[in-house]
């Protein structure tokens, strides 16, 4: 499964930005989808979650009460809404798809990773 990250941008601290994840494939509504980030000279990190159905959804402590992940599976896209923005938020944001939601949160068992999306947030 392709999938196509998008949304980032250069945005000023306290700002928000809205990341989209998007494939043609049609059996992206059967996927858990996460959205991680990679900082300069730092290991990936696990951002959000989403279970296929949207029952379940899970967030890093630091983003918690400012992100928000849903999903539109009629449009095979995942969402990251990014509100509060802080320079440690600054990183290459990569979505991900995974048949298994516990593994998806460790970036194990990922089917397929987006490109990735550049956010920086200056101070």
């Known amino acids: 499964v392709q999938l196509q990250a998008s949304g980032g941008g250069l945005v000023q601290a306290g700002g928000s930005l809205n990341l989209s994840c998007t494939t043609s494939?049609?059996?992206?509504?059967?996927?858990?989808v996460g959205w991680f980030h990679q900082a300069p000279g730092k290991e990936r990190e696990f951002v959000a979650s989403?279970?296929?159905?949207?029952?379940?959804?899970y967030y890093a402590d630091s983003v918690k009460g400012r992100f928000t992940i849903s999903r539109d599976n009629d449009k095979n896209t995942v969402y990251l809404q990014m509100n509060s923005l802080k320079p440690e938020d600054t990183a290459v944001y990569y979505c991900?798809?995974?048949?298994?939601?516990?593994?998806?949160?460790?970036?194990?068992?990922?089917?397929?990773w987006g490109q990735g999306t550049q956010v920086t947030v200056s101070s």
């Open positions: 991900a798809l995974s048949k298994s939601r516990t593994l998806l949160m460790s970036g194990a068992g990922v089917s397929s």
């Open positions: 494939d049609r059996t992206f509504s059967r996927y858990h």
């Open positions: 989403i279970s296929w159905n949207k029952d379940f959804t």
